[in-house]
């Protein structure tokens, strides 16, 4: 990029914000990133065990910090034709009526529960029971952060003008507008996932969340324009005063999307904080029962998703309690000790010397009920942190191989490849335990910013620099690497999954249900 402005603008700037970090991504029409500035996001508050929680305008300044960082390698914001925002998902802020937070934003990984409200009318009651589905809507209840807020923090929510997603408030402080894009709504909120609308009044999500309508943001289809930057965005960002504000989708749809996965029997596999199994369709299928399938990042199209809540966010776990050599290493080298991990794979065989992970650190709605628990079982004395690291990666893999049969029963499309994204994904060990443990062929990319080029693309189709969404997913898509399944390795991972892996929950479940009970 050259140091003087273009005479027209010639990049869309893809503001993505997951877990981690923020990163603040400048994208051609090509597709290629031409700049990149990423932040980490950090100061999480713990007030309890169990909650996670964030400054509201911190995530403000991160990125405006992130947009400023562009500029200073010699971007110039003139350049820039449209922003697009992606955010991590169900991280929910309470505003005033002057649009100031009234408490910390509660995050998306918090495990606080609320307490049922019990305001279900008796016909909804009976008709849960009846589709023995009255743990699903008890888990709606408990997990909503406004029911909380009901219960421990009334007068806040009482004084809640503006209930938003993290993407509804970044789009609120660019654009002075309380609106948010259909393909971010992923959150406890009374949204209806099939028609892409805000419930109608008498769905029954009305009567088991303490949210009131006024409080929601106007709802726009993505690739619409949500607004202009305003003065003082402008001032904050660096970014030109009435530059668009295109509505974008949640990361994992812009993940999606960004990695191409548009054919019915491409599926998308994020390795990131929470690891996720997506295939895209036109038609609304639930692939676990009365589980949505979420906005996609194509307008009216729907992402069939199953989650391993916890995810390479394990990756994390494990570098925190057994991998302090790693982290002493990765400071002296100036390398993330992530990088490192490859050499414990290494250093194992398939099937980790007979131990067996379920990667269910937290419960997992379709795999395990409220006693869902993790377990890592068939310990010998010759074991080390090494066969640990890969029955942590092979339980992620058996665990979207799982997830892969079940969206395959559920859509009666076989899946044929799998697109991969997220930080766990560069990898080439991860990759190919991956691609062996599902049979499938794996591709991948060199850039691992997948959902920052998918909400590029919704950018750059939005400035009619492409046809359509799909057309820019075509153009912009890059370049893939396939790894295919070793023929060696697969009857072996075969035999585990079936014999040892897919048992082994049921055979727990009691036992962590008594102790669910011993520890309350």
């Given at each position: 990029?050259?140091?003087?402005?273009?005479s027209?603008?010639?990049?869309?700037?893809?503001i993505?914000?997951?877990?981690?970090?923020?990163?603040a991504?400048?994208?051609?029409?090509?597709?290629?990133?031409?700049?990149?500035?990423?932040?980490?996001?950090?100061?999480?508050?713990?007030?309890?065990?169990?909650?996670?929680?964030?400054?509201?305008?911190?995530?403000?300044?991160?990125?405006?910090?992130?947009?400023?960082?562009?500029?200073?390698?010699?971007?110039?914001?003139?350049?820039?034709?449209?922003?697009?925002?992606?955010?991590?998902?169900?991280t929910?802020?309470?505003?005033?009526?002057?649009?100031?937070?009234?408490r910390?934003?509660?995050?998306?990984?918090?495990?606080?529960?609320?307490?049922?409200?019990?305001?279900?009318?008796?016909?909804?009651?009976?008709?849960?029971?009846?589709?023995?589905?009255?743990?699903?809507?008890?888990?709606?209840?408990?997990?909503?952060?406004?029911?909380?807020?009901?219960?421990?923090?009334?007068?806040?929510?009482?004084?809640?003008?503006?209930?938003?997603?993290?993407?509804?408030?970044?789009?609120?402080?660019?654009?002075?507008?309380?609106?948010?894009?259909?393909?971010?709504?992923?959150?406890?909120?009374?949204?209806?996932?099939?028609?892409?609308d805000?419930?109608a009044?008498?769905?029954?999500?009305?009567?088991?969340?303490?949210?009131?309508?006024?409080?929601?943001?106007?709802?726009?289809?993505?690739?619409?324009?949500l607004?202009?930057?305003?003065?003082?965005?402008a001032?904050?960002?660096?970014?030109?005063?009435?530059?668009?504000?295109?509505?974008?989708?949640?990361?994992?749809?812009?993940?999606?999307l960004?990695?191409?996965?548009?054919?019915?029997?491409?599926a998308?596999?994020?390795?990131?904080?929470?690891?996720?199994?997506?295939?895209?369709?036109?038609?609304?299928?639930?692939?676990?029962?009365?589980?949505?399938?979420?906005?996609?990042?194509?307008?009216?199209?729907?992402?069939?998703?199953?989650?391993?809540?916890?995810?390479?966010?394990?990756?994390?776990?494990?570098l925190?309690?057994?991998?302090?050599?790693?982290?002493?290493?990765?400071?002296?080298?100036?390398?993330?000790?992530?990088?490192?991990?490859?050499?414990?794979?290494?250093?194992?065989e398939?099937?980790?010397?007979?131990?067996?992970?379920?990667?269910?650190?937290?419960?997992?709605?379709?795999?395990?009920?409220?006693?869902?628990?993790?377990?890592?079982?068939g310990?010998?004395?010759?074991?080390?942190?090494?066969?640990?690291?890969?029955?942590?990666?092979?339980?992620?893999?058996?665990?979207?191989?799982?997830?892969?049969?079940?969206?395959?029963?559920?859509?009666?499309?076989?899946?044929?490849?799998?697109?991969?994204?997220?930080?766990?994904?560069?990898?080439?060990?991860?990759?190919?335990?991956?691609?062996?443990?599902?049979?499938?062929?794996?591709e991948?990319?060199?850039?691992?910013?997948?959902?920052?080029?998918?909400?590029?693309?919704?950018?750059?189709a939005?400035?009619?620099?492409?046809?359509?969404?799909?057309?820019a997913?075509?153009?912009?898509?890059?370049?893939?690497?396939?790894?295919?399944?070793?023929?060696d390795?697969?009857?072996?991972?075969?035999?585990?999954?079936?014999?040892?892996y897919q048992?082994?929950?049921?055979?727990?479940?009691?036992?962590?249900?008594?102790q669910?009970?011993?520890?309350?």
């Amino acid at each position: 990029m050259t140091a003087a402005a273009s005479s027209s603008p010639s990049l869309i700037l893809a503001i993505d914000f997951g877990t981690q970090s923020v990163r603040a991504l400048a994208y051609c029409a090509s597709g290629d990133c031409v700049a990149k500035c990423q932040l980490p996001i950090e100061d999480y508050q713990h007030p309890q065990p169990g909650w996670t929680e964030h400054d509201v305008e911190a995530f403000w300044r991160l990125l405006t910090d992130s947009c400023q960082g562009l500029w200073a390698q010699g971007i110039h914001s003139a350049e820039v034709a449209a922003v697009v925002v992606t955010t991590q998902r169900a991280t929910m802020i309470n505003l005033d009526k002057n649009h100031q937070p009234l408490r910390p934003a509660i995050i998306w990984t918090d495990q606080r529960r609320a307490a049922l409200r019990q305001k279900l009318p008796w016909y909804w009651r009976l008709l849960f029971r009846l589709l023995r589905i009255r743990d699903v809507v008890d888990n709606f209840e408990g997990e909503s952060e406004a029911n909380w807020l009901e219960q421990h923090q009334p007068t806040i929510l009482a004084s809640t003008a503006h209930y938003l997603l993290l993407s509804g408030y970044l789009n609120y402080r660019l654009t002075g507008n309380t609106v948010d894009s259909i393909g971010s709504q992923v959150g406890y909120l009374p949204f209806d996932f099939k028609q892409h609308d805000w419930c109608a009044a008498s769905d029954w999500k009305w009567h088991s969340l303490a949210v009131d309508k006024d409080t929601l943001p106007q709802l726009q289809p993505v690739g619409t324009q949500l607004g202009a930057v305003t003065a003082e965005a402008a001032q904050a960002t660096g970014l030109p005063e009435g530059l668009p504000v295109i509505a974008g989708a949640a990361d994992k749809a812009c993940e999606v999307l960004g990695v191409g996965a548009l054919a019915e029997a491409v599926a998308s596999v994020s390795c990131g904080t929470t690891a996720t199994i997506n295939t895209s369709r036109a038609r609304y299928v639930e692939v676990v029962p009365f589980m949505p399938a979420y906005p996609a990042a194509i307008p009216e199209q729907f992402n069939t998703e199953i989650q391993v809540f916890r995810g390479f966010w394990m990756v994390s776990w494990f570098l925190a309690q057994f991998g302090a050599e790693e982290r002493q290493r990765a400071d002296r080298e100036q390398v993330a000790p992530e990088t490192l991990l490859d050499e414990l794979l290494a250093q194992t065989e398939p099937g980790a010397g007979g131990l067996i992970l379920q990667p269910f650190w937290n419960p997992v709605l379709g795999e395990t009920g409220p006693e869902g628990r993790g377990s890592i079982i068939g310990f010998q004395d010759f074991h080390t942190r090494a066969h640990i690291y890969r029955a942590l990666i092979e339980g992620l893999a058996f665990a979207l191989q799982s997830g892969r049969e079940r969206t395959e029963r559920r859509t009666k499309t076989p899946i044929t490849c799998i697109r991969l994204s997220g930080g766990g994904a560069q990898s080439d060990y991860v990759a190919q335990i991956i691609a062996d443990v599902l049979n499938l062929p794996v591709e991948r990319f060199d850039d691992c910013e997948a959902s920052g080029r998918g909400a590029a693309m919704i950018g750059a189709a939005a400035m009619g620099w492409h046809p359509s969404i799909e057309a820019a997913a075509e153009s912009m898509v890059g370049m893939t690497t396939r790894i295919h399944p070793n023929p060696d390795t697969v009857p072996a991972y075969r035999a585990i999954y079936d014999q040892l892996y897919q048992p082994l929950y049921g055979r727990l479940k009691s036992l962590f249900s008594r102790q669910r009970s011993l520890s309350h």
